[in-house]
C-alpha cells in the first residue's frame, strides 16, 4: 500500500528554517518523482518542488527559488524539503505527492498524496 506521511512542520519567525520531511512506503522513492505541493488559506494548490527519480530537483515556485532544496534520502525511502529565509506568505499546508507512472517532474495528476502539516511563519 503506497503511503507518504509528512512531518516537520510548525511555528517559525520570519527568516527562520525548516526541514520537512516526506516518509515513503509502500513503494520504492526513488524509482519515482516526489512533488511538494502547499495550500495557504484561501489560495489554490501551488506545486512548488519537484525530486525526479535520477535525483534530479525542479522548482516551480518563482518564490521559493533559492530559498528552498529539495532532497533525497534514499536508503531511508524519504525526501525531504528544506526551507530557509521563510516569509510569512509561505505560510500554508505542505503536501508531498507521488504517482507510479511518474519519474521525471512534470505537472500531472498524482494519485498518491500525504495528509499535509503546517507551516506558519509569524512573528
Known amino acids: 500500500q503506497v503511503q507518504l506521511v509528512e512531518s516537520g512542520g510548525g511555528l517559525v519567525q520570519p527568516g527562520g528554517s525548516l526541514t520537512l520531511s516526506c516518509a515513503a512506503s509502500g513503494f520504492r522513492s526513488d524509482y519515482y518523482a516526489i512533488v511538494w505541493f502547499r495550500q495557504a488559506p484561501g489560495k489554490e494548490r501551488e506545486a512548488v518542488a519537484c525530486?525526479?527519480?535520477?535525483?534530479?530537483?525542479?522548482y516551480w515556485a518563482d518564490s521559493v527559488k533559492g530559498r528552498f532544496t529539495v532532497s533525497r534520502d534514499n536508503a531511508k525511502n524519504m525526501v525531504y524539503l528544506q526551507m530557509n529565509s521563510l516569509k510569512p506568505e509561505d505560510t500554508a499546508v505542505y503536501y508531498c505527492a507521488t504517482d507510479l507512472r511518474l519519474y521525471r517532474c512534470q505537472r500531472t495528476t498524482l494519485a498518491y498524496w500525504g495528509q499535509g502539516t503546517q507551516v506558519t511563519v509569524s512573528s
Open positions: 525530486s525526479s527519480s535520477g535525483g534530479g530537483s525542479t
